[in-house]
Nanobody
Framework: QVQLVESGGGLVQAGDSLRLSCTASIRTFSNYAMGWFRQAPGKERERVSAISGRAINRYYADSVKGRFTISRDNAKNTVTLQMNSLKPEDTAVYFC???????????????WGQGTQVTVSS
């Protein structure tokens, strides 16, 4: 029912920037909070960021706070993650995910994209 497709990953050097994009097939897109997660080899999946349905509330993990910015365009059914000052430890597969309500509080992500690889060299 729900399809999420990520794009924008790639290979960059430490200190560089990347912008990830996620396009959703969800009807009435603004009714759903969205999030970005990442998983590195040998590590647990980590929630990087989240944004509420109308972009009033935002969440950032401590590991990316001040470097990453999440945004959304409800007219285009897209959510983006601007990643600045990238570090080697940011290397991971990044996943877009949707929640079942306009806010993420107390919720787990419901639908997931296939992921896009981000690799940051030293």
């Amino acid at each position: 029912q729900v399809q999420l497709v990520e794009s924008g990953g790639g290979l960059v050097q430490a200190g560089d920037s990347l912008r990830l994009s996620c396009t959703a097939s969800i009807r009435t897109f603004s009714n759903y909070a969205m999030g970005w997660f990442r998983q590195a080899p040998g590590k647990e999946r980590e929630r990087v960021s989240a944004i509420s349905g109308r972009a009033i509330n935002r969440y950032y993990a401590d590991s990316v706070k001040g470097r990453f910015t999440i945004s959304r365009d409800n007219a285009k059914n897209t959510v983006t993650l601007q990643m600045n000052s990238l570090k080697p430890e940011d290397t991971a597969v990044y996943f877009c995910a949707s929640y079942s309500s306009p806010d993420w509080y107390g919720q787990m992500a419901e639908y997931w994209g296939q992921g896009t690889q981000v690799t940051v060299s030293s």
